[in-house]
């Protein structure tokens, strides 16, 4: 069993890392929080892997941070997310991807919603669901992009090969006429430059980076009780289940900053 | 704990279905043998995991195996067989990336051998240790692809993208002159067509394939005790430790017959 903390702090719920460049902007955003962050580096990616065992490391990685002292925890992995949907925790734990779908919804014009991401999510049909029970006449378009994952990991960001995907990729998008282009995961806003260039000029797109902000200060201001307990400082906490060195170099190279992480 | 069985069956460990098209092989030249395998799909891929996260499958994995009747083990995911090195077990475990590199030693007459992996087996610089202990004469080249297993996952075969990733990563290797090429894994032979071509007609390629038929002959005319072991028979087992839908998809895609996958 985890060892109990009484310091309160933001939680960060990942998988591979990418939560991490979220992070970036919470501190640069909220510089007076502390960060509590947990990668399941040994089990993750999700991508490929059934709802069961997605579910079992999320729910392990949810205990371990309450443990720690999280009294909020974001969910920055879009699979755990959704299949944390119906889970009962001690603490909020609020799913980014909801967040996007909702910018998205709020954003879209002529009600014509692109959103790109992995297999798993793609498949479980979440972006349909989320965005119609907000509002059921938004025309839903979506794509599954595995190959981002492993060609921003190996750092590919503005190669021929990574614009010739995302071509291919976002052209169905494209031709449909979206609007508003959700971005699921943190780390696909490092090629954010070219997705909006191969979606085109007039398309609005939302990501993690864009939306955390003032989504996360309308959360504590509507729930002033969390907002009053959590721990003032700059103590942030990095851990992850496999520290090798492929994770310690990116985690450095993501968050912009070297760091500490601890494997448990 | 798993069920004890009493078929001896040569057991082939996996992580991410690639020694399915290995099996395949098996099948057509040893058809009177039975196989049972099992693919730690719940948590590979292990590219990117430290040797600890690794070896903890693998070794979940040989137990499996052996308990279910594996009379002799042979581990297909090369960053698997790497870690398995000097473990200890109750029926003898073939790393088919020891055949692979005995067979390049072999081949190779300019004493210039390429190898193309992923991070991991790369990173463990494995092959250099292994050739070198044949033969310390022989210049070993290495590349790791860490794209190629998600190309071919997507089923991109043919596509311009997938050469031009193949040319980029076999660029060096071509320059530095080598006669013999390894590929460490059994799904890269699914671009062998692409990778000759981009490599040169001159290099020899050395895959799973084109050696697990006379290297397992070798290994049971050598150990006639195993060989009588073995039980006769048709009634293959397949296991996995998540059976998503991909992962049922791209077994029968890659055995070429439709089977049943069991999640344990």
């Given at each position: 069993m985890f060892q109990c903390s009484n310091d309160y702090m933001i939680g960060i719920l990942d998988s591979n890392l990418g939560g991490l460049i979220l992070i970036k902007e919470i501190i640069n955003k909220f510089p007076e929080y502390q960060i509590l962050y947990f990668a399941h580096t040994a089990r993750?990616?999700?991508?490929?892997?059934g709802e069961g065992t997605i579910k079992k490391c999320a729910e392990q990685g949810i205990d371990f941070l309450i443990k720690k002292g999280a009294k909020l925890i974001i969910v920055s992995d879009p699979c755990m997310a959704i299949v944390l949907k119906d889970t009962k925790t001690k603490v909020p734990v609020i799913s980014l991807i909801d967040w996007l779908m909702d910018s998205a919804v709020k954003k879209s014009q002529n009600k014509r919603v692109g959103v790109i991401a992995s297999h798993a999510v793609i498949n479980s049909d979440f972006a349909s669901k989320a965005i119609h029970q907000i509002d059921k006449g938004v025309k839903v378009l979506t794509k599954a992009t595995p190959l981002l994952w492993p060609l921003i990991r190996e750092g590919w960001l503005k190669r021929a090969v990574t614009k010739k995907v995302l071509k291919t990729y976002l052209y169905n998008l494209h031709c449909k006429q979206i609007d508003t282009l959700v971005?699921?995961?943190?780390?696909?806003s490092l090629l954010q430059d070219i997705i909006q260039i191969k979606i085109g000029r007039q398309v609005k797109i939302i990501s993690p980076i864009s939306i955390i902000g003032p989504y996360l200060q309308k959360f504590l201001e509507d729930k002033p009780e969390i907002k009053k307990g959590l721990q003032k400082g700059h103590k942030h906490q990095f851990f992850v289940s496999d520290a090798n060195c492929q994770v310690k170099t990116l985690a450095s190279q993501w968050l912009g900053q070297k760091i500490q992480l601890k494997e448990i």
């Open positions: 993750g990616p999700f991508d490929n892997k971005l699921t995961d943190p780390v696909y």
